[in-house]
């Protein structure tokens, strides 16, 4: 018997503990909970963190996360109001304001995501739609800084008149307005990337390169056309400095054979002897210079050659 009252004590203390542990609950700082019982919400969120307690077994809690949660949408391909086919690839940032009214419309972060999902893309839909492209990718009038003279054209910029951060806003104010009886609030809305379609990218990377090959071709031609004007300078210049070389030569050489005859002539001039001499030893360099040993001279008697060679 006393054995039998021992067995039925520690059932009933394993009950005990375990319907004590089912009633008790701890909230994570970033969490918040609901208590639901049979599926049915009970009571107001529990959104201070600590110790919380409920009805054992027959009352559950939902978590929710208190902190900014993310959405990242897909790239979806969307005509803008110019008729330009683009992908738009956006992301938000949203966070769960009101548990029990988010439980009861969307039941779990899932079906947050979902709802979110089909909210901010027919949003971004109409909001391309509406606005041309230029809208979307700038966000402010300005003047572009003109780094080369041959881009003061290529960089003339159309003035926009609301721009890719008011039509962001736009759409945020838009997607809150159809979220506010969700319980949740999309708190950042962002064009992650926008991009032409494939066929229309290809288009305008022909387009480039082609305005690119455009510019080259003027640079090309400029340079030839320097080119061509810096070798006829040098050319020009080169023909002087040839021209005033040979001129140069000239004179020296003038001067020169003047100094030697004014040399010559004064040497002449100088006394009988020293015309003498002078005339015999330009007979012996014209004979050092005309004969040899198998040359064969004939003179005559009065020659000027003959009468050294008799009478030296």
Not at 274 to 296: C, G, P, V
Request: proline share 3%.
């Amino acid at each position: 018997m006393k054995k039998f009252a021992n067995i039925i004590l520690i059932v009933v203390t394993i009950v005990v503990a375990i319907t004590a542990l089912d009633s008790v609950f701890v909230i994570d700082e970033t969490k918040q909970a609901i208590i639901t019982q049979f599926g049915r919400p009970i009571g107001e969120p529990r959104t201070d963190p600590g110790l919380n307690v409920k009805l054992p077994f027959i009352q559950s809690v939902s978590y929710f996360d208190k902190r900014f949660l993310e959405w990242d949408g897909d790239a979806n391909q969307v005509p803008t109001m110019d008729k330009k086919f683009i992908f738009v690839d956006t992301y938000a940032r949203w966070e769960i304001t009101d548990p029990l009214q988010f439980f009861r419309r969307l039941r779990d972060e899932r079906g947050a995501q979902s709802r979110i999902s089909d909210i901010l893309d027919g949003e971004t839909r109409n909001a391309v739609a509406s606005h041309e492209l230029i809208e979307l990718v700038r966000t402010s009038n300005r003047t572009p800084e003109q780094t080369e003279e041959f881009l003061e054209e290529l960089d003339q910029l159309e003035d926009i008149q609301i721009g890719r951060d008011s039509i962001e806003r736009l759409i945020l104010d838009r997607a809150n307005e159809r979220t506010a009886d969700l319980g949740i609030r999309i708190l950042d809305f962002r064009f992650k990337r926008i991009n032409y379609v494939d066929e229309v990218r290809r288009s305008i990377n022909d387009r480039m390169i082609s305005e690119r090959n455009q510019i080259a071709d003027l640079f090309r031609s400029e340079g030839q056309g320097e080119a061509r004007r810096i070798e006829g300078q040098k050319e020009r210049e080169l023909a002087a400095i040839q021209s005033m070389a040979v001129r140069e030569s000239e004179e020296i050489r003038g001067r020169a054979d003047a100094e030697a005859t004014s040399i010559y002539a004064s040497a002449y001039n100088r006394t009988r002897q020293s015309r003498e001499l002078y005339s015999f030893l330009k007979s012996l360099e014209t004979l050092e210079a005309s004969l040899d040993s198998s040359t064969t001279v004939v003179l005559s008697t009065d020659s000027e050659l003959f009468k050294y060679l008799t009478n030296p």
